[in-house]
Antibody, heavy 126, light 107 residues
């Protein structure tokens, strides 16, 4: 059973770059059935999609237009990991950040984030 | 960019009652497998859990009291008889974006 785990600093200073990594276990980032995504949730608020990356030899990325200028998602195939970088953070970026697998095949729940990490709280504060 | 709007914001019901949650898209969702609506349940302190994908397909292990329907711009999640563990926040999602959520609370 595929599992995902987020890792990274829990505290980031304003104007700096937030960096998180998601490690896949029990599966492979090269799995053609899946894309890989990041979603966040500010305290007491709803879910916000950050972006999604697909890997099938080469990568394609899809970002939330409201975050597009500050976000980069990338993959490390040697470690079965994908990463999130969010630049110029402010207090509004304080949230629980989730990584999740997005099914792109009829072999799994197509069009849905079917497996989620447990989430990691990132606080932006000086 | 499609915007998903959920209603109502909060639904106050008793165990055993039927819950009907709505998700409306700002434009018609094209009918490809990756573009149909999914529904998630989230309880406090937990990651969201996939309930429904492709508008009407239950995910693995989801009880049959949960059902999804709809097409085009209007989608519905129905919980036929609320169990105590069903009181939670529910989100719809299409490809990337999520709706703002509906909280189902105990009346």
């Amino acid at each position: 059973q595929q599992q995902l785990q987020e890792s990274g600093p829990g505290l980031v200073k304003p104007s700096e770059t937030l960096s998180l990594t998601c490690t896949i276990s029990g599966g492979s980032i090269k799995n053609s059935f899946y894309y890989w995504g990041w979603i966040r949730q500010p305290p007491g608020k709803g879910l916000e999609w950050i972006g999604t990356i697909s890997y099938s030899g080469s990568t394609s990325t899809y970002y939330n237009p409201s975050l597009n200028s500050r976000v980069t998602i990338s993959v490390d195939t040697s470690k079965d990991q994908f990463s999130l970088k969010l630049t110029s953070v402010t207090a509004a970026d304080t949230a629980v950040y989730y990584c999740a697998s997005f099914c792109s095949s009829s072999r799994c729940p197509a069009g849905a984030f079917d497996i989620w990490g447990q989430g990691t709280l990132v606080t932006v504060s000086s | 960019e499609i915007v998903l709007t959920q209603s109502p914001g909060t639904l106050s019901l008793s165990p055993g009652e039927r819950a009907t949650l709505s998700c409306r898209a700002s434009q018609s969702i094209r009918s490809s497998d990756l573009a149909l609506v999914s529904w998630y349940q989230q309880k406090p302190g937990q990651a969201p859990r996939l309930l429904i994908y492709g508008a009407s397909n239950r995910a693995s292990g989801i009880p049959d009291r949960f059902s999804g329907s709809g097409s085009g711009t209007d989608f519905t999640l129905t919980i036929s008889r609320l169990e105590p563990e069903d009181f939670a926040v529910y989100y719809c999602q299409q490809y990337g974006p999520f709706g703002q959520g509906t909280k189902v609370e105990i009346k």
